[in-house]
């Protein structure tokens, strides 16, 4: 397997540090963690982004998601958890791959803000409108 995380997803890269696994995806903690607990879910069959994913996968992904977020909140205790994935060029591992990230308040992580302003607030309707015309929201 070539990709990185059909691997970790897998069990065929070493050294994986496994805290969930069933038939679908393999939770892993992350190797450069955010915070202590920092797991990533992946899907042991090969998808790129988010829409390629089928119902039964999705869901799989999200029940782990929950399992683990209690698994955190018990053994950490953190003031809350980050839940996000990164599509498109900004998937590192070129695998889909959900994040979960026990959250401390002054830790530092942040949501940041654009770099440039592109004054997207101004036409939320506008917004609105154009993604309802879509043929998949109807």
């Known amino acids: 397997m070539e990709c990185l995380g059909c691997r970790i997803a897998n ?3 070493p050294n994986l540090n496994i805290v969930y696994e069933n038939d679908l995806v393999t939770c892993v903690l992350d190797i450069a963690p ?3 607990g920092h797991i990533l879910i992946l899907p042991k069959k090969h998808y790129l982004d988010i829409e390629e994913i089928d119902s039964e996968i999705a869901y799989a992904i ?3 998601s929950q399992k683990l977020s209690r698994v955190i909140k018990d053994s950490f205790k953190p003031d809350g958890i980050s839940i996000c994935q990164n599509g498109g060029k900004f998937n590192d591992l070129t695998h889909y791959h959900m994040h979960l990230i026990p959250r401390y308040e002054g830790d530092g992580f942040s949501w940041s803000e654009p770099l440039h302003p ?3 607030e101004k036409h939320l ?3 609105k409108e154009k993604m309802l015309k879509h043929s998949l929201l109807r």
């Open 118 to 120: 592109h004054g997207a």
């Open 11 to 13: 069990g065929i890269e």
């Open 125 to 127: 309707n506008q917004t």
């Open 62 to 64: 999200m029940d782990a």
């Open 34 to 36: 955010f915070n202590e």
